[in-house]
Every structure is written in C-alpha cells, then in structure tokens.
C-alpha cells in the first residue's frame, strides 16, 4: 500500500541510506589497498581477496533477496542486513590479519548485497504506481553516485587518515539507518511465506554463482585455465547452473523465481541493465586505476575528478524523474542516454600518459548524463509491467544484472 506525506519520504531517505552503505563500499575501499597491504604484511595476490570475498558474496545473495524477505518479512530481513552490514565492517577496521578483513568482509557483502534489491522494492510499494519514475530517479541517485562518490571518500580517509576509517564511517551511517528502519518501515501487504524451503536451488545457486565469481575475479591472476582449479570451477559454475535453472523451473517454491523472466519487459530489461551495470562499474574501477598507476594521481586527486560527473547525475535524475511522469517515452530517453555513454567511451579511447586533469572533465560530465537517461528509463520499462507481488524477485533480478 503507498505511503504519502512525510511518512513517504522518510522511508525513501531510509532505503536510500541503506543502499548507499552498500554501493559506496564496492568502491571506497579499492584505493585503500595498497595501506592495507603495507600494514597488515599482506602480498598483491592475499589483498586482491578482500575485494574478491565481498564480490562472492554479494552475488550469491542478490537473486536470493526476493524469496528471504518474503521468507522472513521484508522489515526484518532489511533490518536485519542494515546489523549484519555494520557489525562486519566494525570487525573488518579492526582486523589484524588479511584473513580476517577477508572473512569479515565476506559477512559484510552478504549483508550489504541484500540492500540493494530489498531497498528498491521497498521503494516501489511506498510510492503510487504513476510516481515510480520519480521514485526510481531518486534511488538512482545512489545507484549511480554512490561508487563515483566511493573513491573520493577513500581517498581521503587514505590521505588523512588511517585504512580502518573507510569501514569505521559505516558505523553511524548504519544506525541511523537501522532506527530509521525499524520507526517507518512495514511489512508489505504482497508479502508471502513460502511454504518449503528450496535447499537445493540455495545449494545450487551457491555453488554455480560462488564458482563463476570466483573464475571471473581469480581468472587472470591465475592464467586462466592453465590451474587446474580455474578449470574445475569452471565447469561446475556450468553445470550446477544447468541444474539450478531446471530444477528451479520445475519445483513449486522456487528460492529464485525464474517463470517472471517470461515476462518480456523484464527480460529486456535485465539485458541492457546489465550492459548499463558493465559500462558504469567497468569504468568507475578502470578509471582510477588508469588514473593512479599510469598518470601518477593521488588517491584524492582522482576521487575529485568524478565530483562532476557524479554532480550532474544528482541534478538531472530529478529532471529525468519529471520527464517520466509527463509522459515522455522510455525508449527514446534511453536512446539518448546510450548516445551520451557512447560518446563518453569514444571521447575517453584517445587518452594518452600525457593526458591532464582538464581532459577528463567532459567526458566523465557526459557519462554522468547519460546513466540518468539510462538507469531510471530501463529500470522503469524492466519493472513497470510486474505485479506488486512480484516486486521483490523483479528488483532482485535486476539487481543481479548490475552487479
């Protein structure tokens, strides 16, 4: 049932907050490695597995966040991610070894991977269906900016401060959070408990997707398929993942409900969110790392050349909101945005070591732009058609697609 008033509003700044702990995270810790290697007596392989374990579990939850909120209630289940979040990243600033930060930063990703989806359902049942283009616009706000803002704010607790801050200032960013939560925010009305649980598909999806996470972010370090491991992983990624969409297909209660793909809409959507997730993350990591190891840019310097791009996705996200509501076709206003993105990577192939500061700006203020016109017109075309019930799986499915 939609909210109105002040009650609507607050539960958007909530769900937004929440998601913000988790999409600046994916982010602000990159620039921070090298300290963190330096002081915890770490080599370049044992650091690469903080990033690693955070990104497993991230995936491995994402598709399972519709079924547990319906499982668990949505309150409860987002409350309880908002605990799981911030306790693992008090434990992760005070880690004394790499395999700790690793471990904690696992639980970290479990909790944080479930806000994402779980918060834009939220979202969507808390605003009346002709307003979800402006509540979608808002909560691309920190789709889009919270990993341009994320090296930025690693930055600089890098520079000034010491590594442990970066996870430190989830802290009461997380409580706040948590009140707001559990003060506002209800049990939706379309919510269900399943009657079994799926623990093959949970086994599974566990296996398939931890497995491909793994290949993709272990792959290069390890040359490929010339480890035996890579290979066996691999292959069971393929066939585990066989086996989950059949047997998800087939049963009753499925923990990843995949008939909703039949959904065209949707399915489209998934597609090109997944070619917008590639564009956006893909160039929010390359950047920095170009920036810094190729051009020699400070961790801070580089964080405050995304500040304008991030600036002018904040401002047109609203505006793009607006265009929504009159009207104005989806289809075209993702048109534009491909047209802008791709201007963006065409602009940024002539990059060179010589390259300064000043040629960076345009480009990044274009990208910037061009995810507005992407994120909230693909989203809306992916979700629009969905029945409320079917929210908490459509947001999960589309979550997925950008991770």
Request: with cysteine.
């Amino acid at each position: 049932m939609a909210a109105s008033g002040f009650q609507k509003w607050i539960i958007t700044l909530t769900v937004i907050l929440a998601s913000l702990l988790e999409l600046i995270d994916t982010t602000v810790v990159n620039v921070s490695l090298p300290q963190i290697m330096g002081n915890l007596g770490a080599t370049l392989e044992d650091v690469g597995w903080v990033i690693t374990s955070y990104s497993i579990a991230n995936v491995v939850i994402l598709p399972m966040s519709g079924w547990l909120a319906n499982r668990f209630g949505r309150r409860s289940y987002f409350a309880f991610s908002i605990v799981l979040f911030t306790v693992a990243s008090f434990f992760c600033g005070n880690a004394h070894t790499i395999w700790e930060l690793v471990v904690f930063r696992f639980f970290q990703g479990i909790g944080g991977g479930a806000l994402l989806g779980t918060a834009q359902a939220i979202l969507l049942e808390t605003w009346p269906k002709e307003q979800h283009g402006m509540a979608q616009a808002l909560f691309g706000l920190g789709v889009v900016v919270g990993p341009t803002v994320g090296p930025t704010l690693g930055g600089y607790i890098t520079d000034h401060w010491t590594w442990p801050w970066v996870f430190f200032v989830n802290l009461p960013l997380g409580v706040i959070a948590l009140l707001l939560t559990l003060q506002y925010i209800k049990d939706g009305v379309h919510s269900n408990n399943p009657s079994s649980v799926d623990w093959l598909g949970i086994f599974l999806l566990i296996v398939a997707v931890g497995s491909l996470q793994f290949v993709l972010e272990r792959g290069e370090s390890e040359d490929w398929f010339e480890t035996n491991y890579i290979t066996v992983l691999s292959i069971l990624a393929v066939v585990s993942g066989v086996i989950f969409i059949w047997h998800e297909l087939r049963t009753e209660s499925p923990v990843v409900n995949l008939r909703i793909l039949k959904n065209r809409s949707l399915f489209l959507g998934m597609f090109t969110t997944f070619v917008l997730g590639f564009g956006l993350y893909g160039s929010v990591f390359v950047f920095p790392i170009f920036c810094q190891n190729l051009l020699g840019f400070s961790a801070q310097q580089t964080g405050m050349l995304l500040i304008p791009g991030g600036l002018s996705t904040i401002f047109m996200m609203p505006i793009v909101g607006k265009m929504l509501q009159r009207k104005v076709s989806p289809q075209i206003m993702a048109t534009f945005g491909f047209s802008l993105f791709f201007l963006f990577t065409y602009t940024m192939s002539s990059s060179n070591l010589n390259s300064g500061e000043s040629d960076f700006y345009l480009p990044l203020i274009l990208r910037g732009i061009g995810m507005s016109f992407l994120f909230v017109p693909l989203t809306m075309l992916a979700l629009g058609s969905l029945a409320p019930k079917d929210f908490h799986q459509g947001t999960g499915q589309i979550g997925r697609a950008h991770v």
